[in-house]
């Protein structure tokens, strides 16, 4: 026999259902269309002045959606991700942040991002991104993050210095014309160097572009890699003869421009006529040195593939356990493809990833943001094969090649040695 | 003969022949000054070379390598106040409260904790003594994820307490064994004495131990205000409200690495946020070598 229903049992049943609905309520539930409500917290990585472009943009947002209470946490890159680290280890990551290429796979493979799979489409309108900006952020389990901007690689010049050689830039197109160019601009005499070193930095995207081109790929899908000493080999090979001619700084000299940042960098001391850059540099190299900084586009190698052009995205992701997934989806939707919001973000991230966006801000933008957006607008209608995300201890592959670009570079090992390190010590790292 | 010898001066008498005087004490010193001040001065550079950074443009920091600024200026102080959209007295603030509350937190707790390992007998006193000095030898990452979890879960992160409560748990084992050494260098006699009269354990601590440990309480204050003050990570990782911001964390704002840092105010507000450590350091240095030498001796 079931026991009568109570004053009291009845009071508690009721009690406990609108405290479950008033959960939700506050959870931000929201039926489909509805708008979104709740709390958001969102993290960006970068100094002040990014953070406050990027809080107007929010209070936009909230404008718009009166019901939502979005609050923003920043800090510079690195310390960033340190706290990004711990957060996801609580599950306390912030509900909609940004994240790079490198360091996706290893917060999805944990579980800590939503797939967005479900929203795209819907909430996130993708025809703006297209299915390569869709791609950025695919794995085989999902999509986990989509890009709001890209960054491009690109090579800057010194034109003053070009033209008082007579060297047109507009002529290189290979690898090998870029050396030829700047063995012409070499003045060992007087220090002063035809293009600089990438190979023993932190950044290694000159040599992706250098994979890409010959028809491989960093790392496949399955999270091994993907090149072999061979083209390894001949990367290093290159930046080797370069070095032994004197068309490139010693190791010693590059080593020691690159530890001390972009005010020591050689390009902008005026010591150095070519870099290997980030197409977003040329406003950094411009705001530190006078003369005319020249932006151009990579050069390929003789058996280049067609399809090798790639992006460097910045993808925002969504928290696995955000308690507020719809307006979560709603806000990414808001930073990738509203015209407004990027009036307010501007190219401080890279340049909007929906092209008919980034033209949107072309009549605003300084003259050399306006060459960088107009750079990869440009490129962004090349052929372009997916890029597979980058397995959890890609960023072991970075150090990896720094390590053994120092090595080759200091004479410690021979080339060919060195890209077969490189090789094995991947399956160390890449399970 | 005996004219002639009174005749030579008894100095000269008595110092073996062909040995050259001594140089005067006062030039030994003085070289040894000058010694010393040369090192201090290299020491100083960085600090020297950041003040004159400060008070030159941004563009000439790198640009001019010299110490005396060609064009002074001290708008890097004026942006560098307003540049995180609050004046940064808010984060000087701020890390104040929290190294004051530190201080205090350390001090009461350490020196109970220190007291009892000195001077107390209980149950797993030597296993206990044991686990505090082994957390010593913890590195702090292995318990930052857990501490995290820890305060997440209270629902306190954002907020000062996960940076205040552990200093008021008696977290930090480098200054209770400092203080365990101080406290048993003191003459048990005095407790004696004062058991004698009628003290209980706790009076002894009040009235007898705490008065004489005032050295090795300086040397706590002094190293916990400015390790806090200094203290990145822990803040970085609780703190995401600018408004809560502490100096380091305001600091660490001006920079971008993937673009162009403000080198200029970043120096301005860093020798500002110096002056502080400065003026705690001059005012107990007395009471810190103090502290600090008799910590380990009777």
């Known amino acids: 026999m079931s026991s009568p229903v109570t004053r009291r049992s009845f009071l508690s049943f009721g009690l406990g259902a609108a405290a479950a609905f008033g959960v939700a309520g506050c959870a931000g539930f929201s039926p489909q269309g509805s708008k979104p409500s709740g709390k958001l917290e969102i993290g960006i990585w970068g100094g002040a002045d990014r953070a406050k472009l990027y809080q107007s943009a929010i209070d936009l947002y909230a404008k718009r959606n009166a019901d939502v209470q979005a609050t923003l946490q920043f800090a510079d890159s690195a310390p960033y991700f340190e706290r990004l680290t711990t957060s996801a280890a609580a599950g306390n990551l912030p509900d909609v942040f940004w994240m790079t290429d490198t360091n996706i796979a290893r917060y999805a493979d944990a579980g800590a991002l939503m797939d967005l799979n479900k929203y795209i489409g819907g909430s996130i309108k993708k025809d703006g991104i297209g299915e390569a900006g869709v791609d950025a952020g695919r794995n085989p389990k999902g999509v986990f993050g989509l890009p709001t901007h890209f960054n491009s690689q690109a090579i800057l010049t010194d034109n003053d210095a070009l033209a008082a050689k007579g060297v047109s830039f507009s002529q290189v197109k290979t ?228 390590r053994i670009g120092q090595e080759i570079a200091f004479e410690k090992t021979s080339v060919s040695n060195g890209a077969s390190a490189v090789i094995a010590d991947a399956a160390q790292y890449l399970k | 003969m005996t004219s002639q010898t009174n005749m030579i001066p008894k100095v000269a008498l008595l110092q073996p022949p062909g040995r050259a005087r001594k140089k005067p004490a006062y030039l030994r010193r003085f070289a040894a000054h000058i010694v010393i001040s040369g090192l201090g001065l290299l020491m100083l550079y960085p600090l020297i070379w950041m003040l004159s950074s400060s008070l030159k443009p941004t563009e000439a920091i790198f640009s001019e390598p010299g110490l005396i600024p060609e064009n002074f200026t001290l708008d890097n102080y004026v942006q560098g106040w307003n540049a995180l959209g609050l004046d940064f007295g808010i984060f000087v603030a701020n890390s104040a409260v929290i190294a004051v509350l530190s201080v205090i937190g350390n001090l009461v707790s350490c020196s109970l904790a220190a007291y009892a390992f000195a001077r107390l007998e209980f149950r797993f006193k030597k296993v206990m003594f044991g686990a505090m000095l082994a957390t010593l030898m913890l590195p702090f990452h292995v318990v930052l994820v857990p501490q995290y979890i820890l305060f997440h879960s209270a629902g306190m992160t954002d907020t000062f307490f996960p940076l205040i409560i552990p200093k008021f748990l008696a977290v930090d084992a480098f200054f209770i064994f400092l203080m365990v050494q101080f406290i048993r260098g003191l003459p048990r006699e005095l407790d004696d004495a004062a058991t004698v009269d009628g003290c209980s354990a706790a009076g002894v601590f009040w009235r007898i131990i705490l008065p004489l440990m005032r050295p090795a309480l300086a040397v706590t204050a002094v190293f916990t205000f400015i390790w806090t003050w200094n203290d990145f990570l822990t803040p970085l990782l609780y703190l995401t409200d600018q408004e809560l911001f502490t100096v380091p964390l305001a600091l660490n704002a001006f920079l971008d690495s993937g673009g162009a840092s403000a080198w200029g105010p970043l120096f301005a507000m860093s020798i500002l946020s110096v002056l502080p450590i400065l003026v705690i350091f001059i005012i107990s240095q007395k009471h810190l070598t103090e502290g600090i030498a008799t910590s380990g001796l009777k």
């Open chain 1, 175 to 402: 690898w090998d014309d870029l050396a030829a160019a700047a063995k012409q601009m070499t003045n060992s005499a007087e220090g002063y160097y035809g293009l600089l070193d990438p190979t023993l930095g932190t950044n290694h995207r000159s040599f992706e572009a250098w994979v890409r081109q010959s028809g491989a790929e960093l790392f496949t899908d399955e999270g091994k890699l993907g090149f072999d000493a061979a083209v390894l080999g001949d990367w290093f090979a290159y930046w080797a003869k370069m070095r032994k001619e004197g068309t490139i700084p010693a190791a010693t000299t590059q080593t020691e421009s690159d530890s001390a940042g972009w005010t020591s960098d050689l390009l902008v001391k005026s010591k150095a006529a070519i870099r290997v850059a980030s197409a977003s540099h040329l406003g950094v190299v411009k705001g530190l040195r006078q003369g005319n900084i020249g932006l151009n586009s990579y050069p390929v190698r003789n058996d280049a593939s067609k399809d090798w052009w790639f992006f460097t995205p910045i993808l925002v992701c969504v928290s696995a356990k955000t308690g507020n997934a719809d307006a979560a989806a709603d806000m990414v939707n808001f930073f990738i493809n509203d015209k407004e919001a990027a009036s307010h973000t501007q190219i401080s991230m890279g340049t909007p990833a929906v092209p008919d966006v980034a033209k949107s801000l072309i009549p605003n933008l300084k003259e050399d943001q306006v060459l960088v957006v107009n750079q990869i607008l440009r490129e962004m209608e090349n052929p372009r094969r997916r890029v597979p995300l980058k397995p959890e201890g890609s960023d072991k592959l970075n150090s990896a090649l720094t």
